[in-house]
């Protein structure tokens, strides 16, 4: 979905040309660039019409399945993994002044002896006069609301300095916060440095993403804690039965593209009272808590259901301990990589916009890089680079 042209466009970079062969995907950089050319297959590179000086950045993120430890571990014995091998001749030929890579952290231990590949790859870019530094960078610490480690490599052409600092991380960076369970001053379950776009021109301004506590928004989508759930219970349907916490945590975990991801909302809360108005006469299972009306909280205090009460009293209520799981929607996934609201849905197969299939719109987000980290990376080559060539 080209993460990298939208989080770089607010620096003036424009994209040159793309390589991709997924046909929804193409579609998207179809519709979104359409006058960016596609050149397809990255095998192909020889047949692409550019050379030495028409690129400063050549940046990708090939095939991870043959390094993934969810695979079979491949590695470079697999054509999706020699892709890297791709991805290193097509810089020989350009040149470019800034290489940048991305996997999923298996690739450093993928091979025999483990890290082999990695390593042919790091060698492979010394051996064209690049110097680089690589880091694994967890989208969660800049601004979104996923568990999502990727290894990152920056090579410049020259020593190893310049990519080093790039990758350097500062104490005090924005968002860079330990990762734990406990209750802390902010946590990334906001999306605080989303883009908000129109066209590819992103802006620095909140998109409302997922959060700990549920609550309504204005395109339906809903808002609360994202899980990871049960993969076994969610193939049963609308009719699967749910434990309350079931991977419950502060921030989901890595995006992918198959996967069943969801929105754990919390439980809420009716008075007595609402029930027997509406006539709901259907048995639950709660336990009566306190519910004070004024400060709008909840305790586990037994007291008795009173006729009326005021504003500054505490009424009696149902809590029903259950917790009700969806799964995320396709808005959802795009914010959880910082995109804007329907990037990727788009006009498919003679079809408007509005029945574009939400399954490729999962698979389309779950395969792209987090537009904040791409941004970060994009600002610290772009400083490092003006230092370098000032004149340029």
């Known amino acids: 979905m080209e993460a990298a042209s939208v989080a770089w466009h607010p620096l003036g970079w424009t994209p040159v040309g793309f390589s991709e062969i997924e046909p929804f995907p ?4 179809k519709h979104r660039f ?33 390094y993934s430890v969810a695979g079979k571990r491949a590695g470079l014995n697999d054509p999706r993994g020699r892709l890297m091998l791709s991805f290193l001749e097509l810089a020989a030929k350009l040149r470019p002044r800034w290489v940048l890579w991305e ?6 231990s993928s091979g025999q002896p483990k890290g ?12 064209l006069g690049y110097g680089f530094a690589y880091r694994v960078l967890d989208a969660q610490h800049f601004g979104v609301p996923q568990r999502r480690r ?3 490599v920056v090579a410049c ?79 049963q349907g609308e009719n699967a039965q749910y434990e309350p916490h079931i991977g419950e945590s502060e921030v989901m975990d890595s995006l992918v593209a198959r996967g069943p991801h969801a929105v754990g909302v919390p439980p809420h809360i009716v008075q007595a009272s609402e029930k027997a108005s509406a006539g709901d006469q259907t048995p639950h299972v709660a336990y009566p808590v306190a519910f004070d009306t004024y400060n709008q909280t909840t305790s586990k ?6 006729s009326a009460a005021s504003d500054v009293d ?15 929607t396709p808005i959802e996934c795009e914010r959880l990589q910082g995109f804007p609201d329907n990037w990727s849905r788009i006009s498919w197969k003679g079809k408007p916009e509005e029945e574009c299939p939400d399954g490729l719109r999962y698979k389309a987000c779950g395969n792209s890089m987090a537009v904040p980290v791409m941004h970060w990376i994009g600002e610290q080559i772009a400083a490092v680079d003006a230092k370098l060539h000032p004149n340029a």
Request: glycine share 10%; with cysteine; aromatic share 8%.
């Open 314 to 328: 505490h009424v009696g209520a149902v809590f029903s301990p259950s917790m009700a799981v969806r799964r995320l």
């Open 301 to 306: 205090t037994t007291q008795a259901v009173r």
């Open 34 to 66: 359409p006058n960016v050319p596609n050149y397809g297959s990255l095998t192909e590179y020889q047949s692409w019409p550019l050379s030495i000086g028409d690129v400063d950045l050549l940046c990708g993120g090939t095939p991870c399945q043959s």
């Open 116 to 127: 082999s590949d990695f390593g042919c790859f790091l060698q492979g870019l010394v051996e």
């Open 103 to 108: 996997n999923v952290p298996g690739c450093l």
């Open 150 to 152: 990727r290894v990152f």
């Open 157 to 235: 052409l020259g020593d190893w300095r310049a990519p080093a600092e790039v990758l350097s991380l500062r104490e005090g960076l924005r968002g860079y916060l330990e990762a734990s369970n406990k209750k802390r001053k902010s946590s990334a379950s906001n999306v605080g440095a989303s883009f908000e776009t129109s066209g590819i021109c992103a802006t620095g301004v909140t998109s409302h993403c997922l959060t700990k506590s549920y609550h309504s928004s204005e395109d339906g989508t809903g808002r609360g804690l994202p899980i990871v759930i049960d993969r076994a219970a969610y193939n």
């Open 26 to 29: 193409c579609a998207i950089l």
